[in-house]
């Protein structure tokens, strides 16, 4: 009864479009399975009607839907399984969030805000191109403005944050993260950060929606530690983030939540995918950049498989994918649920896709370490990661 008469007032707040601001749904409460990782309702006005319209993002693509209030069927969405729940009116912001024994806890608190009905407004930045940060790394001029020459760099930014938001957002919702707080902030470690573009923007996203933070830089080079700290200082946030020149595989640190690496060459990846096991990150967020690694081990080819390998390119291609084909397994066989996504087209940069990991300590299959034992026999493969997480993979089974 308790959770109908939640939803049901959640739904008249949503569908009262004279004075719904926005509604967001995020998070995944226990035993569901969502198709989205988040939705965003908002009015808008088209010819004259005020719609409502549905934005929904499953981790890689935005799609939007408008609707009629009265065709919106808001209580089967409400009942989808989600596990937050926030919604600005004109004079209230009403939020539910689900706890791990699926009580909702419901907080009101009265505002004033306008509405924007605007359909065509520009496109909602997760980090604005005026932060201190994207001027003072040369992404945007000093008035505030991406420069030209930068946009590719500036999408790449915006779509890691739109990736890295759902994603830990629901990893703590679920508790593979821990309770946020001052005394106990997320710890992100950038493996690889050469100059710090995506670790900077997760520690200024973060820090704007008031979620304490402490952020790791790791990177071999001496020139990019002292560049980066050189930024923090003169941003003010040098208490918050810090660089260190280490390599990946020898640095010290070991207390992590969130793990990334992007656009580390080659087997520098793997390093930071085997760190990341190591120390138990809940979460990572790895872009895989110039598989040479198996690409030398590729001589003896299993048929029919040189049908393809016999063209230098598609060589190359395969090469690609059975190396993080691999990876996207060790990481199964190791108690993580794993996903790769496009985080960015491929007109702005080739190396696009992305590791995305949760830690969830499932057991694996005995038919996956088979399926991952019979690719790497048949192919003659020693992965480098493999190699790195032998220990693991052996208390595993495979």
């Avoid at 509604?23 to 989205?36: C, I, K, M, P, T």
């Amino acid at each position: 009864m308790e959770l109908a008469a939640t939803f049901n007032e959640i739904g008249v707040r949503i569908l009262n479009a004279d004075s719904l601001v926005r509604a967001v749904l995020s998070g995944r409460r226990r035993n569901y399975q969502l198709d989205v990782e988040r939705i965003e309702i908002r009015p808008v006005l088209i010819k004259d009607s005020v719609l409502l319209q549905v934005m929904s993002n499953d981790g890689v693509r935005t799609t939007t839907k408008n609707y009629a209030p009265s065709e919106l069927n808001i209580i089967e969405l409400l009942n989808s399984g989600f596990a937050n729940f926030l919604v600005e009116s004109v004079d209230s912001v009403y939020s539910v969030r689900f706890t791990k024994k699926d009580r909702p806890l419901i907080h009101e608190e009265r505002v004033a805000k306008q509405q924007e009905l605007n359909h065509d407004r520009v496109k909602s930045r997760l980090l604005p191109a005026s932060d201190p940060y994207l001027i003072e790394i040369g992404i945007s001029d000093l008035q505030g403005k991406v420069k030209p020459s930068r946009q590719d760099k500036f999408l790449q930014v915006e779509e890691f944050l739109r990736l890295l938001s759902p994603t830990l957002t629901a990893a703590i919702s679920a508790g593979q993260i821990h309770k946020v707080s001052e005394s106990n902030p997320i710890r992100i470690v950038d493996l690889g950060c050469g100059h710090a573009y995506l670790t900077f923007a997760a520690h200024q996203y973060l820090a704007s929606q008031a979620l304490p933070v402490h952020v790791l830089g790791i990177d071999v080079r001496e020139e990019s530690r002292q560049r980066n700290t050189s930024i923090a200082q003169k941003l003010g946030i040098n208490n918050s983030i810090e660089f260190r020149a280490e390599e990946i595989a020898q640095t010290k640190a070991t207390e992590v939540d969130v793990a990334i690496a992007l656009h580390a060459c080659d087997t520098a990846t793997d390093d930071a995918l085997a760190w990341a096991v190591k120390n138990g990150a809940p979460l990572i967020l790895a872009a895989p950049c110039c598989h040479h690694d198996l690409q030398t081990q590729m001589k003896a080819i299993p048929e029919p498989w040189g049908l393809v390998t016999r063209q230098g390119l598609l060589k190359e291609r395969l090469g690609d994918i059975l190396t993080d084909a691999i990876r996207v397994q060790i990481l199964k066989i190791l108690g993580y649920r794993v996903e790769t996504v496009e985080f960015i087209g491929g007109e702005h940069t080739p190396r696009n896709l992305m590791i995305r990991a949760v830690k969830t300590g499932a057991q694996p299959e005995s038919s996956e370490i088979a399926k991952y034992q019979q690719l790497i026999s048949e192919w003659g493969f020693s992965p480098a990661l493999a190699i790195r997480l032998a220990a693991e993979l052996e208390l595993a089974g495979a």
